[in-house]
């Protein structure tokens, strides 16, 4: 079974940076695009970014120059940098990928990660 597994969130100053980093594991035949989610408290589940097996990228215009997505597909990790950070940032953030496993179902299929706290202090 595929997992996607978030790391490094935490608290940090608004100004401050902080990268996030998503794991991609299990019996995994490719990954197609990948993507930060993030959710606030008592608000939806929103789109940060998304980066296409081919490195092309889109972000939300909340982020857009601000924070950074990237992948290594030789380690199966996506990455989020993010700078100039600001309070209206803290959430949950998941990652978010369209994996085919090997096996007898090789169809792509939508998988999530757990999430990872980021809080951002004024």
């Known amino acids: 079974q595929v997992q996607l597994v978030e790391s490094g969130g935490g608290l940090v100053q608004a100004g401050g940076s902080l990268t996030l980093s998503c794991a991609a594991s299990?019996?995994?035949?490719?990954?197609?695009?990948m993507a930060w989610y993030r959710q606030a408290p008592g608000k939806q589940r929103e789109l940060v970014a998304l980066?296409?097996?081919?490195?092309?990228?889109n972000y939300a215009d909340s982020v857009k120059g601000r924070f950074t997505i990237s992948r290594d597909n030789a380690k199966k990790t996506m990455y989020l940098q993010m700078s100039s950070l600001k309070p209206e940032d803290t959430a949950v953030y998941y990652c978010?990928?369209?994996?085919?496993?090997?096996?007898?179902?090789?169809?792509?299929?939508?998988?999530w990660g757990q999430g990872t706290q980021v809080t951002v202090s004024s």
């Open positions: 978010n990928a369209v994996i085919r496993v090997t096996g007898y179902d090789t169809s792509p299929k939508n998988y």
């Open positions: 299990g019996s995994i035949f490719s990954i197609g695009v």
């Open positions: 980066v296409t097996n081919g490195a092309t990228t």
